[in-house]
């Protein structure tokens, strides 16, 4: 059946939405506005350099990608398609909140829970979810 639907194509961000890249280069004449195409954001040059085949969304040719998407797709989700689980630090609490990342058994999202040092598992009843 999967093979049947073509995936659609991310959302690309309006070009107008963003004046700057992410490391803080201005957009202008010289330096150009690039979409990662695989989440859909503006990014410089630089900042998007990176090149990789994007199957999840029928795209097998490598294509331009972000720095953070280009590194899970070449190095995180391999691991979360073999069945590995990972720690992450919360980006709005540094270390003191850990969260348990894993792909969900059909590999359809990815989920995340808090981890709780004390009884060291983490809440798996109501994860946050990622649809991929």
Request: glycine letters at 6%; charged letters at 20%; a negative charge.
């Amino acid at each position: 059946l999967c093979c049947l639907v073509e995936p659609q194509a991310p959302h690309w961000m309006p070009d107008s939405q963003r004046e700057s890249c992410s490391c803080g280069i201005a957009f202008d004449l010289f330096n150009r506005r690039h979409h990662c195409r695989c989440c859909g954001g503006i990014y410089c040059g630089v900042c998007s350099s990176n090149k990789c085949s994007l199957p999840g969304w029928g795209i097998e040719s490598e294509v331009r990608t972000c720095d953070a998407c280009h590194t899970f797709e070449l190095q995180q989700l391999p691991m979360l398609l073999a069945g590995d689980v990972w720690f992450k630090p919360g980006a709005w609490t540094g270390l003191a909140n850990l969260r348990f990342v894993w792909l969900d058994a059909d590999q359809s999202a990815l989920l995340w829970a808090p981890w709780d040092d004390e009884t060291a598992i983490a809440d798996r009843q109501q994860p946050r979810r990622l649809e991929l």
